[in-house]
């Protein structure tokens, strides 16, 4: 799906509000992780291994998050899709809670008022905004289609940083171009008829409003510790979720026991796996892993959501689907090739790790 800038991939939406210390879409020159600097004048260590570990977390970020949209799909199915949302975040914020205070002492949760303020702000752009519209969109429209939709969010960030006087190089404004042309052609299954346009629309609103929070996240006064910020994050956007399900009336339709083993068995995967797996090999990767490999699940996470709609849900994938998905995955696969080389900006409005 925060800490200084949120996740800002197609993993973000699906999966959670993460604990990225740089975002695909703006990161820092691309390098290993610190490592002890070698004598002056001497060799330049060398980059370490990567090691069984490394690989064993990059999957479960591959395959995790990319399975989150089938999860988000198989709990629409009999589960209201805001409350399903706010059962999901309120749970793992829970959990993350417990875990920090069991982990690092009830002092880890202690936030200023404005550090809660812009947590809460956070929290409901990218859990009520962002993957509220992508569950309730999921109720028309294929799990595999959502993905590939909301894998743009790195484009909207590098849209969203040019409003505000960042200059991306000429080869990323080519990537967002093209990326935006495979959006619409991803958009001609609501506008065939296929599915609900207004699904399509819904998840584009989406991606727009998970970026909106990623963008401001790296600007505002969060919590120092990613993992507390993220613990507030959950808490206050499953809220959110939750008051929007009760607004519109998803209680009346909510039978539990109508919900079947599928969806529960679902609503389970997210909150453990999804919301607190993932999110913690992501994290340790970040830390132990050299960003342009970190990086890559954004636009793997998309393909791997294509590939497991079309076997388990038997989505699907047409001409516009293919082709427009393809050109959406190059053109991220660009911007954020481009944007990790970028040195960093001297302009007061963007971060450190921009």
């Known amino acids: 799906m925060s800490d200084r800038s949120v996740d800002t991939s197609a993993g973000g939406l699906g999966a959670e509000a993460g604990p990225s210390a740089s975002s695909p879409a703006g990161a820092p020159a691309d390098g290993p992780p610190r490592t002890a600097a070698g004598p002056p004048g001497g060799p330049a260590p060398s980059a370490p291994r990567l090691g069984g570990a490394v690989w064993t977390a990059l999957g479960l970020v591959y395959v995790v998050w990319g399975s989150t949209y089938l999860a988000i799909r198989i709990c629409d199915q009999t589960m209201p899709p805001f409350l399903a949302a706010s059962a999901r975040f309120l749970c793992a914020g829970l959990l993350l809670t417990l875990l920090l205070a069991w982990r690092s002492g009830p002092a880890a949760l202690r936030v200023s008022g404005r550090q809660l303020a812009s947590a809460a702000l956070v929290g409901l752009l990218l859990l009520v905004g962002g993957n509220g519209l992508v569950v309730l969109a999921e109720t028309g429209i294929p799990s595999g289609l959502t993905a590939l939709l909301v894998a743009a969010v790195p484009l909207w960030v590098v849209v969203l940083r040019s409003a505000f006087g960042d200059r991306p190089r000429t080869a990323t404004i080519g990537g967002v171009a093209v990326g935006f042309a495979g959006l619409l052609v991803l958009s001609v299954p609501g506008m065939s008829g296929s599915v609900k346009l207004s699904g399509v629309i819904a998840v584009i609103v989406a991606a727009v409003l998970w970026s909106t929070g990623s963008f401001a996240s790296a600007r505002l006064p969060m919590p120092a510790n990613p993992f507390t910020a993220s613990a507030y994050e959950m808490l206050i956007g499953g809220v959110g979720d939750l008051l ?102 001297t302009s007061a409005l963007a971060p450190p790790e921009d």
């Open 244 to 345: 929007l399900g009760l607004a519109r009336g998803e209680q009346h339709h909510l039978h539990l026991a109508a919900v079947s083993t599928s969806s529960w068995l679902a609503l389970g995967y997210l909150i453990v796996f999804g919301s607190l797996v993932a999110f913690s090999a992501y994290a340790w990767l970040l830390q132990n892993a050299p960003l342009s490999l970190v990086s890559t699940y954004a636009y793997v996470n998309p393909v791997v959501a294509v590939a497991l709609g079309w076997l388990i849900l038997s989505e699907a994938v047409s001409w516009p689907i293919a082709v427009g998905g393809g050109i959406v995955v190059a053109g991220v696969c660009a911007v954020v090739t481009t944007e990790r080389r970028r040195p960093a900006p």
